[in-house]
């Protein structure tokens, strides 16, 4: 399933720490704070907890994880240069476990 992860972090350090984690679970960045990329169930989950336990570090940081099937991406409106559909699929990083 596609998933979003789309984050409000103030803390330059936090911010790049779940960028990383993003980036080496095989996501990919669309915009500044926002990652999109296929990932099993198991493997959100795994990045979630990574993430929920980093972000302790700042009480005011922010994460969304957000699932979207396969049409509703294919049904979206895009305005600008975003990621091709194509390219959702292919991961540059190395994936997590």
Known sequence: ???????????DDLRLKIANL?????????QK???LGELSVNKA???????????KE???A???FIPQ???CYQNKIQLGNLIPNEEVRKQPYAVVG
Do not use: H, P, Q
Request: proline content about 0%; charged content about 25%; some cysteine.
């Open 22 to 30: 993003c980036k080496n679970y095989g996501l990919r960045r669309v």
């Open 1 to 11: 399933m596609l998933y979003w992860v789309i984050y409000d972090i103030s803390a």
């Open 58 to 60: 700042e009480e005011g």
């Open 62 to 64: 922010c994460i969304y």
């Open 69 to 71: 099937c396969e049409t």
């Open 45 to 55: 989950e795994m990045l979630y907890l990574e993430c929920n336990e980093t972000r």
């Open 33 to 35: 704070s926002a990652f």
